[in-house]
């Protein structure tokens, strides 16, 4: 299972632990993030990959929205976890990109719940970019995300 760690009153995990030996980082811990709208000037694409669970970015209240990572360099991963806010996406896709403007879906969602998401992707991938993509909110809210984390397994 799962399992995250508290770090000082950080609630939002930047590392995993399947082994006693063997501790994976979150790949899009301060990753640059980019959106499709934010909400206010405090609600911004940033706070998604800051490592503050207490921090978040949130949209507009349209559909669709999406938020994009520019992980610097490809990279591989296998498990996506999304920090949802009460505002929370109902439909969406997990997409990467080598360019970012090419996607490929690697994951989509038809019955998003909110909370915490732990998806387990079939098949490790790599790439440069990677987009949570809304195509239709759960509430009448934007979407707001407290936290997206990438790891390798």
Excluded: H
Aim: a positive charge; hydrophobic letters at 40%.
């Amino acid at each position: 299972m799962f399992k995250r760690f508290l770090i000082g009153t950080l609630v939002a995990a930047t590392a995993v632990t399947w082994a006693a030996d063997d501790i994976i980082v979150n790949l899009a811990l301060k990753a640059k993030a980019t959106v499709s709208s934010q909400e206010n000037d405090s609600l911004v694409a940033a706070n998604a990959t800051d490592g503050n669970y207490y921090s978040r970015w949130s949209s507009q209240r349209s559909d669709p929205q999406w938020i994009m990572l520019d992980l610097d360099k490809p990279k591989t991963f296998a498990c996506v976890v999304l920090f949802w806010e009460t505002a929370y996406s109902a439909e969406y896709k997990l997409e990467i990109s080598d360019d970012g403007k090419s996607w490929k879906t690697v994951y989509e969602q038809k019955k998003g719940q909110g909370k915490i998401e732990d998806i387990y992707l079939k098949k490790s991938v790599t790439a440069r970019y990677f987009r949570v993509y809304s195509e239709k909110r759960g509430t009448g809210y934007g979407v707001s995300l407290r936290e997206i984390q990438l790891f390798a397994r």
